[in-house]
């Protein structure tokens, strides 16, 4: 089975912090997510990355940076962490396929990060 | 650009009861969809995908049938249980990659015994 792992389930920082959310995925996978998850919104996604080092914002990348430095890890950066960042993390990873015939993400369980 | 609408929660059912989601969507191209599930703390887990129309997706007792003519995904099973209780979400892919799905807003399905 896929597993990917998220570092911490829990995490309290206050503003102003920098803040590091670490993902790991075990199935060598090349495209990896961020999203996050809040009420009544969904899932939004933040950025991905479909390889080493190459990344691409998604839907809201404001407040957010990336590094994948190597293939199995994923890192979601706050440079200055805020309230309206309180949140629920969630990493994901995929196999890339062509065509038309997409590939499922597999989730890990998430970081629910709280800014004070 | 590409939605998914889900019917809004939260879904109430008695333990045996009959089960739909509702799920329609919009994309560009031909998109595959997927019905993820999340149990309480923990993450997503895919539940089934179809990748073309009239694809059956199939899974856990659960179903669902990829429907062009009518942009939908509903999801069904005919007989819930306690364990089903979670927040489902329709989600899309469209194009020829598999970067980005598209969710829906989720729907939370609570089962009574």
């Known amino acids: 089975d896929v597993k990917v792992t998220q570092s911490s389930r829990y995490l309290v920082k206050r503003t102003g912090e920098k803040v590091f959310l670490e993902c790991v995925q075990d199935?060598?996978?090349?495209?990896m997510f961020w999203y996050r998850q809040d009420p009544g919104l969904g899932l939004r996604l933040i950025y991905f990355s479909y390889d080493v080092k190459m990344k691409e914002k998604g839907d809201i990348p404001e407040g957010y940076s990336v590094s994948r430095e190597k293939k199995e890890r994923f890192s979601l950066i706050l440079e200055s962490a805020s309230t309206n960042q309180t949140s629920m993390y969630l990493c994901a990873s995929s196999s890339y396929s062509q065509g038309y015939s997409n590939q499922p993400q597999h989730f890990g369980d998430g970081t629910r990060l709280s800014i004070l | 650009g590409d939605s998914v609408t889900q019917m809004e929660g939260p879904v109430t059912l008695s333990e045996e009861a009959f089960l739909t989601i509702n799920c329609t969507y919009t994309a560009t191209g031909y998109p595959s969809l997927f019905w993820y599930v999340q149990y309480p703390g923990e993450g997503l887990q895919l539940l089934l995908k179809a990748t073309k129309a009239d694809d059956k997706g199939s899974n856990k007792g659960f179903e669902a049938t990829y429907r062009k003519e009518t942009t939908s995904f509903h999801l069904e099973k005919g007989s819930v249980q306690v364990s089903d209780s979670a927040v489902y979400f329709c989600a899309l892919s469209s194009g020829g990659s598999n970067y980005k799905l598209t969710f829906g807003k989720g729907t939370l399905l609570t089962v009574n015994p």
């Open positions: 199935m060598d996978h090349e495209n």
